[in-house]
């Protein structure tokens, strides 16, 4: 059954380094997001990526956030300058058509830890 | 600002018996709901889902039921088997926002042999 891969499933990282959260989507999806959830509290949306563009973002998605899919298979999350803040796990998932008529599926997740 | 809510963090019930999950929400524009069931360490799992211009959807031994008036939607498992046990998360999305999951804050279900 495919499958939405997420690399790496821990990140440790010092507060203000880069880091680049990687997704493989499903091969035949077109829709790709990122959501994220703190520990102990709800999953939330960060982004929404389609046709090559971001389609809708969250206000947690500011300028210290980028998405991109640099070929045709991987889609990264992008954080410039980690905070504290940002200790999260990380979703990735996609989906075939558009979220209100069919699910998405998610990964197994990046847990981000930074120092 | 919360638009989708679980009020009952967790939720114990025995073998062969039926769980109930409830869910609210408050925008009036979200169109489509899911459950996703989620183990630790894991992403979430796709479920079941239920379109608004539904008020049931069964699939196996899970039934969704939408109350569009209460604004109200519940999970029903029967009968509930111990590898039940996980987190439910509720969620909506609206035709005019990106369909964008909007989550709840999950139900701890544990099923007790």
């Known amino acids: 059954e495919p499958e939405v891969t997420q690399t790496p499933s821990h990140q440790v990282t010092q507060m203000g380094q880069e880091v680049i959260l990687r997704c493989v989507p499903i091969?035949?999806?077109?829709?790709f997001y990122w959501y994220r959830q703190i520990l102990g509290q709800k999953v939330e949306f960060l982004v929404s990526f389609y046709n090559n563009e971001i389609s809708e973002k969250s206000e947690i998605f500011d300028d210290q956030f980028s998405v991109e899919r640099p070929d045709g298979s991987n889609f990264t999350l992008k954080i410039r300058s980690t905070k504290l803040e940002d200790s999260a796990m990380y979703f990735c998932?996609?989906?075939?058509?558009?979220?209100?008529?069919?699910?998405?599926?998610f990964g197994q997740g990046t847990r981000l830890t930074v120092v | 600002d919360q638009q989708v809510k679980q009020n009952s963090p967790s939720l114990s019930v025995q073998e062969g018996r039926i769980s109930i999950l409830n869910c609210d929400y408050t925008n009036s524009m979200f169109d489509y709901f899911l459950w996703y069931k989620k183990y630790p360490a894991e992403g979430p799992t796709f479920l079941i889902s239920i379109s608004s211009i539904k008020d049931k959807n069964e699939d196996g031994r899970f039934t969704v039921f939408l109350n569009k008036s209460a604004k109200h939607l519940s999970l029903h498992i029967v009968p509930s088997q111990p590898g039940d046990s996980a987190v439910y998360f509720c969620?909506?999305?609206?035709?005019?926002?990106?369909?964008?999951?909007?989550f709840g804050s999950g139900t701890r279900l544990l099923v007790r042999p």
């Open positions: 998932a996609s989906s075939e058509a558009y979220q209100g008529n069919t699910e998405a599926f």
């Open positions: 091969s035949n999806h077109l829709y």
């Open positions: 969620a909506a999305s609206a035709m005019d926002s990106s369909y964008k999951l909007i």
